[in-house]
Protein backbone atom coordinates (compact mmCIF):
# COMPACT_ATOMS: atom_id res chain seq x y z
CA UNK A 1 0.00 0.00 0.00
CA UNK A 2 1.27 3.55 -0.77
CA UNK A 3 0.05 7.18 -0.34
CA UNK A 4 0.75 9.31 -3.31
CA UNK A 5 1.23 12.98 -2.58
CA UNK A 6 0.60 15.79 -5.42
CA UNK A 7 2.45 18.57 -5.33
CA UNK A 8 3.46 21.67 -7.97
CA UNK A 9 -0.08 23.04 -9.46
CA UNK A 10 -0.95 26.66 -9.46
CA UNK A 11 -2.09 29.06 -12.01
CA UNK A 12 -0.48 29.81 -15.23
CA UNK A 13 -0.83 31.94 -18.06
CA UNK A 14 -1.43 29.73 -21.69
CA UNK A 15 1.73 29.12 -23.35
CA UNK A 16 3.32 28.51 -19.77
CA UNK A 17 5.12 25.25 -17.91
CA UNK A 18 4.64 23.95 -14.83
CA UNK A 19 6.26 20.26 -13.31
CA UNK A 20 4.08 18.46 -11.20
CA UNK A 21 5.39 16.05 -8.64
CA UNK A 22 3.90 12.75 -7.25
CA UNK A 23 5.87 11.39 -4.17
CA UNK A 24 5.43 8.74 -1.68
CA UNK A 25 6.86 8.02 1.61
CA UNK A 26 7.01 4.31 1.12
CA UNK A 27 9.57 2.76 -0.40
CA UNK A 28 7.80 0.24 -2.13
CA UNK A 29 5.92 3.07 -4.27
CA UNK A 30 9.10 2.47 -6.85
CA UNK A 31 7.49 -1.41 -7.01
CA UNK A 32 4.35 0.80 -8.93
CA UNK A 33 3.68 2.11 -12.42
CA UNK A 34 2.14 5.77 -12.39
CA UNK A 35 -0.84 7.41 -13.81
CA UNK A 36 -1.68 10.93 -14.13
CA UNK A 37 -5.59 11.60 -14.70
CA UNK A 38 -6.98 15.05 -14.98
CA UNK A 39 -10.57 15.85 -13.65
CA UNK A 40 -12.11 19.33 -15.57
CA UNK A 41 -15.51 20.87 -13.79
CA UNK A 42 -18.28 18.49 -15.11
CA UNK A 43 -16.30 15.93 -16.91
CA UNK A 44 -15.29 12.70 -16.19
CA UNK A 45 -11.70 11.53 -14.70
CA UNK A 46 -9.55 10.99 -18.12
CA UNK A 47 -5.70 9.45 -18.45
CA UNK A 48 -2.90 11.87 -19.14
CA UNK A 49 0.10 9.80 -18.79
CA UNK A 50 1.67 7.08 -17.59
CA UNK A 51 5.12 5.53 -16.82
CA UNK A 52 6.09 2.10 -15.95
CA UNK A 53 7.63 0.62 -12.10
CA UNK A 54 11.30 0.91 -14.65
CA UNK A 55 10.64 4.11 -16.16
CA UNK A 56 11.63 2.44 -19.38
CA UNK A 57 7.75 3.03 -20.76
CA UNK A 58 6.01 5.97 -21.15
CA UNK A 59 2.18 6.59 -22.17
CA UNK A 60 0.13 9.90 -23.05
CA UNK A 61 -3.00 10.96 -24.33
CA UNK A 62 -2.73 12.40 -27.79
CA UNK A 63 -3.92 15.60 -26.62
CA UNK A 64 -0.51 16.09 -24.65
CA UNK A 65 1.85 14.13 -27.08
CA UNK A 66 4.98 16.43 -27.60
CA UNK A 67 4.02 18.92 -24.40
CA UNK A 68 3.86 16.56 -21.38
CA UNK A 69 6.76 14.59 -20.33
CA UNK A 70 6.55 11.78 -17.31
CA UNK A 71 9.76 10.68 -15.52
CA UNK A 72 10.53 8.81 -12.42
CA UNK A 73 13.36 9.57 -9.92
CA UNK A 74 13.15 5.71 -7.95
CA UNK A 75 15.39 6.63 -5.60
CA UNK A 76 13.52 10.25 -4.57
CA UNK A 77 10.01 8.11 -4.65
CA UNK A 78 9.23 10.53 -6.62
CA UNK A 79 7.17 10.78 -10.77
CA UNK A 80 7.12 14.25 -12.24
CA UNK A 81 4.97 15.30 -15.07
CA UNK A 82 6.36 18.38 -16.80
CA UNK A 83 3.94 20.22 -18.82
CA UNK A 84 5.22 22.86 -21.07
CA UNK A 85 3.09 24.52 -23.77
CA UNK A 86 -0.09 24.99 -21.87
CA UNK A 87 -3.46 25.63 -22.75
CA UNK A 88 -6.81 26.67 -21.01
CA UNK A 89 -8.40 23.29 -21.81
CA UNK A 90 -5.70 22.03 -19.49
CA UNK A 91 -7.19 23.48 -16.49
CA UNK A 92 -8.58 20.76 -14.30
CA UNK A 93 -7.51 18.63 -11.00
CA UNK A 94 -4.68 17.17 -11.40
CA UNK A 95 -4.47 13.35 -9.91
CA UNK A 96 -1.74 10.86 -9.60
CA UNK A 97 -2.25 7.09 -8.78
CA UNK A 98 -0.59 4.02 -8.39
CA UNK A 99 -1.15 0.26 -10.13
CA UNK A 100 1.04 -3.03 -9.75
CA UNK A 101 0.24 -3.70 -13.24
CA UNK A 102 3.18 -4.01 -15.65
CA UNK A 103 1.96 -2.25 -18.01
CA UNK A 104 0.31 0.76 -16.86
CA UNK A 105 -3.22 1.29 -18.14
CA UNK A 106 -4.86 3.75 -19.59
CA UNK A 107 -8.08 3.47 -17.02
CA UNK A 108 -8.65 4.68 -13.75
CA UNK A 109 -10.00 1.27 -12.41
CA UNK A 110 -6.44 -0.55 -12.83
CA UNK A 111 -5.31 2.05 -10.07
CA UNK A 112 -5.63 0.80 -6.46
CA UNK A 113 -4.09 4.01 -4.94
CA UNK A 114 -4.59 7.43 -5.50
CA UNK A 115 -3.58 11.38 -4.53
CA UNK A 116 -5.93 13.96 -3.42
CA UNK A 117 -5.36 15.54 -6.33
CA UNK A 118 -3.51 19.38 -7.65
CA UNK A 119 -5.56 22.11 -9.36
CA UNK A 120 -4.01 23.52 -12.34
CA UNK A 121 -5.44 26.52 -14.06
CA UNK A 122 -4.29 27.89 -17.49
CA UNK A 123 -5.32 31.69 -18.27
CA UNK A 124 -5.75 32.53 -22.03
Known amino acids: QVQPVESGGGLVQAGGSLRLSCAAS????????IGWFRQAPGKEREFVAA????????YYVDSVKGRFTISRDNAKNTVYLQMNSLKPEDTAVYYC?????????????????WGQGTQVTVSS
Open 26 to 33: ERTFSNYA
Open 97 to 113: AASLDRVPSFSVYRYDY
Open 51 to 58: ISWTGGST
